[in-house]
């Protein structure tokens, strides 16, 4: 890994708690607020942030969701005058950024993040609940855009826990693979480009950095 120094600035920082997400008691805490007090990040993320399926979202590999601030502007041409615009956190991120997108982040990039060091772990599998969130579905849907466009957002791991303010800056500390970036694995695992270069997977598996989902997903995937 080599040493960088640059730097990426952080529009919001959002938390959010479980709450009834649908008619049928669903929960979830995709609808996150921006903050304005410190927060501490942990192992597992944000102290005052909840998830209410664990068995999906959360976890060591999971542990801060960070979404470009940068794709707003293709969303509203995509969605239109959508009220969830209108600030961030739209699409459920704990941290929304400027500048730093899936094509110029690659797996195993470590960051300052306020006292905390984070490190990519994956970019984000595109599910249901931004459908419903966003009131979308079918053609029109926002995870059949996600997986056209590859706006999917990265997943971070926590190295070293520490408060977060909502005016610190992303630090690049180490640059991780610089043939991996976010937006190259989603293609391949989740965008089928699995299907045109077959040999990359064996590759993505071994790839010691990447979360135990995504390198598990590519194994399935060699079958």
């Known amino acids: 890994m080599s040493e960088s120094t640059e730097k990426?600035?952080?529009?919001?920082?959002?938390?959010?708690?479980?709450?009834?997400?649908?008619?049928?008691?669903?929960?979830?805490?995709?609808?996150?607020?921006?903050?304005?007090?410190?927060?501490?990040?942990?192992?597992?993320?944000?102290?005052?942030?909840?998830?209410?399926?664990?068995?999906?979202?959360?976890?060591?590999d999971k542990?801060?969701?960070?979404?470009?601030?940068?794709h707003y502007s293709w969303w509203r041409e995509r969605l239109g005058d959508h009220p969830l615009l209108d600030t961030a956190a739209a699409f459920g991120e704990n941290i929304?950024?400027?500048?730093?997108?899936?094509?110029?982040?690659?797996?195993?990039?470590?960051?300052?993040?306020?006292?905390?060091?984070?490190e990519i772990s994956h970019g984000r599998q595109p599910c249901w609940k931004l459908d419903h969130r966003f009131e979308r579905k079918g053609r029109n849907s926002v995870m059949a855009a996600i997986i056209q466009s590859g706006y999917c957002g990265m997943y971070a791991r926590v190295i070293e826990p520490g408060h977060?303010?909502?005016?610190?800056?992303?630090?690049?500390?180490?640059?991780?693979?610089?043939?991996?970036s976010v937006a190259r694995l989603f293609r391949l695992l989740i965008g089928g480009g699995h299907k045109k270069e077959p040999e990359l997977l064996s590759e993505a598996a071994n790839l010691p950095k990447l979360a135990v989902a995504w390198r598990t997903r590519a194994q399935k995937l060699m079958k």
């Open 8 to 60: 990426f600035s952080i529009i919001s920082l959002n938390v959010g708690k479980a709450q009834p997400f649908r008619e049928d008691g669903t929960l979830s805490a995709i609808a996150k607020m921006p903050v304005t007090e410190p927060q501490w990040l942990g192992p597992m993320g944000f102290s005052n942030d909840e998830v209410a399926d664990p068995i999906h979202h959360g976890g060591f």
């Open 63 to 70: 542990a801060v969701h960070l979404y470009p601030h940068d």
């Open 96 to 118: 929304t950024t400027l500048g730093l997108t899936e094509e110029n982040t690659h797996i195993g990039d470590q960051f300052h993040l306020g006292e905390a060091i984070i």
């Open 164 to 180: 977060v303010r909502p005016d610190d800056t992303l630090i690049l500390l180490q640059k991780g693979d610089d043939a991996w």
